[in-house]
């Protein structure tokens, strides 16, 4: 595993003189007549007559060999959430040429850990992400990260709503390693569902990572990913992520089938998320205007719901993720039915999405599963990942590839200040615990909303609206790629310590 970027202290301060002398040993690499380099504990230590500097393994780039020097790429932090690609060049004797590569090598290793070199990315930007800066970011922030990184890039603007699926359904898997999209949480969502419609849509799902390079309004992606909503350390990251499995869920609504990576709701969060379109001149505080005024009036959305539960109780749900946390499975047995298939398809013949175990929303209940009266359902919310926004835990028990969807439910019709705790809990991190707070992993759920005329309630799937129909939700456990800093967790706290 790579190593990480101290948060404690500027990572680049000069390290005591004792500290620079221990870290001196057969991994010192000595270049021009007054500096030398060598690879310590968890950095790379750069030593001059009257100077010192430490450079994270994580930051550093690349190393490149000339006939009469050894350029070093890093990433250079100008501030706690900005990175810049800068490089240090020295000569080197022509004919210690043979042990400076080896030198390299070793330098290298350690750098990128499990992580790929050299990928070859597909940028998808949003033009209007960010409010029209995407291209802006990617070009100052981005791609130079890449560049230095020695990754190949290719970089396309998308014209209109939809085309990163058909960027997505029609690409030279072969080509590419990721696929990264400059954007908010809504491209990330295409290219999921653009790969999903190829005919070898699980080999390509398996194959191509999807990262985003957060330059939207909703960044949940690289928050949980990366830990982070700048370009920059986002585009570091990406160059020195960790394959990772994500669970998938299909979502079947009428006749059509699409696939869901981070959230789906209907209730306050839905309601507040889509019907405040008007007030986005407010900023993020639409938000916090949208559940106030649901709170005070006690807003319910009655429903029917049937639930296919694996894990409920929330001590229980709080030692699976402790066992998870040291789950080191190789990552191939971390992708459910994937894995079987493997045992009699090779990688090239795997086709089409996995079939549905529990049917369409359009079949019979599956045997099982009781539909249950909800008429003060106050809000129905299913997360894949933890943080649905920068301070937003509320799913602090997800992991990317258990095999479950965690499920909210919390009654509309409790008293106000109770419900204002849920709403501060979330922030705080400590919704997971109210008592309000019914919390659950589930495998599938069949949601029937109830209430409203001509269909004009809020379902919401990764925050794009979508009829207010019935609609059922699977998992496919790892049916997805990420690319992630850890290559198992969100980096987000989690339930581990929560009591």
């Not at 990264?180 to 809504?186: E, F, P, Q, Y």
Request: charge should be neutral.
């Amino acid at each position: 595993m790579a190593s990480t970027l101290s948060s404690e202290g500027h990572p680049f301060a000069e390290p005591t003189p004792e500290a620079a002398q221990s870290r001196i040993s057969d991994s010192t690499l000595v270049v021009g007549r007054n500096a030398s380099l060598t690879i310590g504990k968890d950095s790379l230590i750069v030593l001059e007559t009257k100077s010192t500097q430490a450079i994270p393994f994580f930051n550093v780039l690349s190393a490149k060999l000339s006939d009469f020097d050894i350029t070093i790429h890093y990433a250079y932090p100008m501030s706690k959430h900005v990175v810049r690609a800068s490089n240090i060049i020295y000569p080197i004797d022509k004919n210690e040429r043979a042990s400076v590569a080896t030198w390299i090598h070793h330098l290298l290793n350690r750098a990128y850990g499990d992580s790929q070199r050299g990928k070859r990315i597909k940028c998808l930007i949003n033009p209007f992400g960010g409010k029209g800066s995407a291209q802006k970011w990617y070009d100052r922030d981005v791609a130079p990260i890449f560049i230095a990184a020695g990754c190949i890039v290719d970089a396309e603007r998308t014209q209109y709503r939809g085309h990163a699926i058909e960027i997505a359904e029609k690409l030279d898997i072969g080509a590419y390693d990721v696929i990264a999209s400059c954007s908010g949480d809504g491209l990330p969502h295409e290219v999921f569902n653009g790969l999903g419609k190829r005919p070898d849509a699980r080999r390509a799902l398996e194959k191509v990572a999807v990262v985003q390079l957060p330059c939207g309004s909703g960044n949940a992606m690289s928050w949980n990913l990366y830990g982070t909503e700048s370009p920059s350390m986002a585009a570091l990251c990406t160059v020195k992520g960790i394959i990772t499995p994500l669970d998938l869920i299909s979502i079947t609504q009428g006749t059509s089938r699409t696939l869901s990576f981070l959230t789906q709701s209907i209730g306050m969060v839905a309601e507040t998320d889509l019907g405040t379109d008007h007030l986005r001149w407010m900023g993020s505080q639409r938000f916090t205007y949208g559940v106030l005024v649901r709170l005070i009036g006690k807003t319910v959305y009655p429903c029917d719901v049937a639930v296919k539960v694996e894990i409920e109780g929330k001590s229980t749900i709080r030692e699976h993720y402790r066992q998870e946390m040291k789950n080191t499975a190789p990552v191939e047995s971390r992708r459910g039915d994937i894995s079987s298939d493997a045992k009699l398809l090779s990688l090239e013949t795997r086709s089409g999405l996995p079939a549905l175990k529990y049917g369409t929303v359009m079949d019979p209940l599956p045997q099982g599963w009781n539909l249950v009266n909800y008429d003060n359902m106050g809000n129905f919310y299913a997360g894949n990942m933890s943080l649905v926004a920068r301070s937003t835990n509320f799913f602090p028990a997800t992991l990317p590839n258990d095999g479950c969807l965690d499920l909210v439910c919390i009654d509309g019709d409790i008293s106000r200040l109770a419900a204002i705790k849920c709403m501060t809990g979330a922030e705080s991190g400590k919704l997971f615990m109210l008592d309000t707070v019914n919390y659950r992993k589930v495998l599938g759920y069949r949601m029937i909303p109830k209430g409203k005329g001509n269909g004009d309630g809020y379902i919401s799937i990764d925050g794009e609206s979508v009829p207010f129909e019935p609609f059922q939700a699977e998992v496919h456990r790892g049916l997805g790629t990420v690319l992630s800093r850890s290559g198992h967790m969100y980096e987000a706290p989690g339930v581990s310590t929560m009591v």
